[in-house]
């Protein structure tokens, strides 16, 4: 099934450091999407980066994807501790649903 | 900025019962999703709707379930005899389409807690 799969499952870093984890999907997609969800919350869309993209920065954020691979990768940038949540890829390979990973739940420590 | 409403935020109810979980998307957006999240799992995806009907639907979304959009701005999800298993969070999200650089994005609600006892 069409599915974006993160690793770590975990991350722990010291403010400040970066934080990188990576999703891999198994089959062609339209674009990738990453969100990130505070404990028990709604999701927040993050960045979306389309299929013939292979970098969108956003602020912290930096995606990469590499379709020979079907991988992606979500780089943040001297993390605060309001980044302490959990990061979901979810892969748009029509226009009918996105299909999640079990996310990377990361947490800043102070 | 315009965003998708989701109400209740919470609710319990009894098994066997009916449940409406209700949703607001963004006034100018043509797809309409619902989605669910079982406590520590991923996020699963239930039914999408588009142009008044269903576009596609999970092996999850079975007769138990309907979606409705009865006025123009409400989005509903029914569960006609809630299950112990049916307890999750609940989402509803929608995405425009308008040819805007966020046309492809889909914005999610904050979410609907339900909890079947």
């Known amino acids: 099934s069409q599915q974006g799969e993160e690793d770590p499952q975990a991350l722990s870093i010291q403010e400040g450091e970066n934080a990188t984890m990576n999703c891999s999907y198994k089959t062609s997609i339209n674009n990738l999407q990453w969100y990130r969800q505070n404990s028990g919350r709604g999701l927040v869309h993050l960045i979306l980066?389309?299929?013939?993209?292979r970098e969108k920065h956003s602020g912290r954020l930096r995606v990469t994807l590499d379709t020979s691979k079907k991988s992606s990768s979500l780089l943040i940038t001297a993390s605060r501790a309001a980044d302490t949540a959990s990061y979901f890829c979810?892969?748009?390979?029509?226009?009918?649903?996105?299909?999640f990973g079990a996310g990377t739940t990361v947490t800043v420590r102070a | 900025e315009p965003e998708v409403t989701q109400t209740p935020s919470h609710q319990v109810t009894q098994m066997g019962q009916e449940v409406i979980l209700r949703c607001v998307p963004i006034?100018?957006?043509?797809?309409f999703y619902w989605y669910r999240q079982i406590l520590g799992q991923k996020v699963e995806f239930l039914v999408s709707?588009?142009?008044?009907?269903?576009?596609?639907k999970s092996e999850i979304f079975d007769d138990q379930f309907s979606v409705e959009r009865p006025d123009g701005s409400n989005f509903t999800l029914k569960i006609r005899s809630t299950k112990l298993e049916d307890s999750a969070m609940y989402f509803c999200?929608?995405?425009?389409?308008?040819?805007?650089?966020?046309?492809?994005?889909?914005?999610f609600g904050p979410g609907t807690r339900l909890l079947v006892l």
């Open positions: 709707f588009y142009n008044n009907e269903i576009s596609e």
């Open positions: 006034s100018n957006h043509l797809y």
């Open positions: 979810a892969t748009d390979s029509n226009d009918y649903k996105l299909s």
């Open positions: 980066i389309r299929s013939n993209e």
């Open positions: 999200a929608s995405k425009s389409l308008d040819g805007s650089s966020t046309q492809e994005t889909q914005y």
